[in-house]
């Protein structure tokens, strides 16, 4: 336990004592304004899922708009909506995000409920599994101690 607060204080020494961390909402509802999407149970279930996000240690690893991508991803499989592209550009590219890196970033959320397929353009599993699969996890989330190399 005495190397919880040295651990502390050298994570904040390095973010020079930066705690003001920009979350996800902002780019979130731009890009669903601006795919026509943000309404109802669309807007609700992606501010949910960057509200459950905000339980790990996520928003220290990556910028706001990749966890924004990757909760409509979410968002697209729970409600089983198809994206819309705007101007002939895939969805993604509304959060300025590599497919390789959605990728990257989906896997590591799908490990909060046991979510292991990810192919991009979207090429997934029906709602009804994903929903099975998020509500039948155990699992625990995103813990610091998994991603301690990527924070340093």
Same mark, same amino acid.
């Given at each position: 336990?005495? #190397? !919880? @607060?040295?651990?502390?204080?050298? !994570? !904040?020494?390095?973010?020079? *004592? ?17 795919? =026509? ?5 669309? !807007?609700?279930?992606?501010? =949910? &899922?960057? =509200? ?11 910028? @706001? ?7 409509? &991803? ?9 994206? @819309? ?9 509304? &959060?300025?995000?590599? @497919?390789?890196? #959605?990728?990257?970033?989906?896997? #590591?959320?799908?490990?909060? &409920? ?15 599994? *994903? ?22």
């Amino acid at each position: 336990m005495k #190397l !919880l @607060p040295i651990a502390e204080y050298h !994570l !904040l020494a390095t973010i020079s *004592f930066d705690i003001n961390i920009e979350l996800p909402y902002g780019p979130l509802v731009a890009a669903l304004k601006k795919l =026509n999407i943000a309404h109802g149970d669309v !807007l609700q279930v992606a501010w =949910n &899922f960057v =509200n459950d996000w905000c339980c790990t240690p996520l928003f220290l690893i990556y910028q @706001p708009h990749y966890v924004a991508a990757a909760s409509l &991803f979410f968002v697209a499989q729970w409600l089983n909506l198809s994206l @819309p592209s705007s101007r002939e550009k895939p969805w993604w590219l509304e &959060f300025e995000v590599s @497919p390789k890196r #959605l990728q990257g970033i989906i896997k #590591l959320l799908g490990g909060c &409920f046991e979510y292991e397929k990810v192919d991009i353009p979207l090429t997934t599993p029906s709602a009804t599994e *994903f929903k099975r699969e998020m509500r039948s996890s155990s699992k625990s989330c995103i813990s610091t101690s998994d991603h301690m190399d990527e924070l340093m």
